[in-house]
């Protein structure tokens, strides 16, 4: 787990769990100064110091910066990806895990999920793994787009689609 992922756990816990986790990172983990951690994080020196010292609750918008700043720091976003999102059966048969793109080389990390749930649950840790985008079913792009701050592309299987009607008369015989 990444520092990042565990200071947001923190959050979830309570507010004193978080700040003795932001305590603890900034000094043990990134081995960081508040000073230090302000410029690249762009918040305030008295800002993280009343955070950090129970002087003031942070708003989602500070809670935001500091963890796109430790990621930032973790160098977690050191190579861009594009995330796919989509059952196991159709992972297997994607042979290409890396892509050239208008002259760039891009990664594509695989999501397996097999309902709306895992989908969902995939596409936010696709985030927090630092996707650049998702890509995904149609069924569940518009719930994901609601939840994701980064871009979302729809599946279009337009051969996959007749192959799946006629495989679908030939079984009913029609």
């Known amino acids: ?14 507010d004193d769990a978080f700040r003795v986790t932001l305590r603890r990172i900034l000094k043990t983990d990134l081995g960081m100064s508040i000073p230090e951690f302000s410029k690249v994080s762009g918040i305030s020196q008295s800002t993280i110091y009343k955070i950090i010292s129970e002087k003031r609750e942070p708003n989602l918008r500070t809670i935001r910066q500091i963890i796109e700043a430790i990621r930032k720091i973790e160098g977690l976003k050191k190579e861009p990806f594009i995330a796919i999102i989509v059952a196991r059966s159709v992972l297997n048969k994607i042979e290409e895990r890396r892509m050239k793109i208008a002259g760039k080389e891009l990664t594509i990390r695989e999501y397996p999920a097999n309902s709306m749930e895992e989908t969902i649950i995939s596409a936010i840790k696709a985030e927090r793994d630092g996707a650049v985008a998702v890509v995904c079913a149609p069924i569940v792009s518009t719930t994901i787009e609601k939840v994701l701050r980064i871009p979302v592309a729809t599946i279009m299987p337009k051969e996959s689609m007749k192959e799946a009607i006629k495989l679908a008369a030939k079984k009913t015989g029609i």
């Open 1 to 14: 787990m990444t520092v990042a992922n565990e200071l947001m756990d923190s959050i979830l816990e309570s």
